[in-house]
Each structure stands twice: as C-alpha cells, then as structure tokens.
C-alpha cells in the first residue's frame, strides 16, 4: 500500500501540537479535540500525540473569515 503522504511536504511545513494550536485559536484544548474529531482540522496522530501543520490551521481560520458588507 503507497503512502499518500511525502515526508519531503511534513518536513517543510512546521507540525504543531494542540496545545499550540489551542493558543492560536483562542479556545480551550479540548475544543481544538473536538475540531479534529469532527473533521473540521485536518491531523496527523504520532505515537498517540496529535499534530497539526500551521497551513492547515492557517486554512482552517481562512474558512472562517466573515466579509462584512
């Protein structure tokens, strides 16, 4: 089976760990948890440990952008 992912990607992108991305986002830990299990934050699990790349965070708060008129 062909793994998907490039490791040459994981290297040039910062990986974080969910008390980092708690800290960007301005919400508890266990609403970063909740936001991975729901789909909403793409993640990786190493050895039991979330990590998130800052792009995807970075995107995450782009999807969330409100324009007001």
Same mark, same amino acid.
């Given at each position: ?12 992108? =910062?990986?974080?760990? $969910? %008390?980092?991305? =708690? ?7 266990? %609403?970063?948890?909740?936001? $991975? ?13 979330? %990590? $998130? ?11 969330? %952008?409100? $324009?007001?008129?």
């Amino acid at each position: 089976m062909k793994n998907n992912v490039s490791t040459k990607n994981l290297e040039q992108d =910062s990986m974080l760990s $969910i %008390r980092q991305v =708690s800290h960007m986002l301005g919400v508890p830990t266990q %609403r970063t948890y909740t936001l $991975i299990w729901n789909g909403e934050l793409p993640a990786y699990k190493i050895g039991g440990t979330y %990590r $998130i790349k800052t792009a995807d965070v970075e995107a995450f708060l782009e999807s969330k %952008r409100v $324009i007001t008129c």
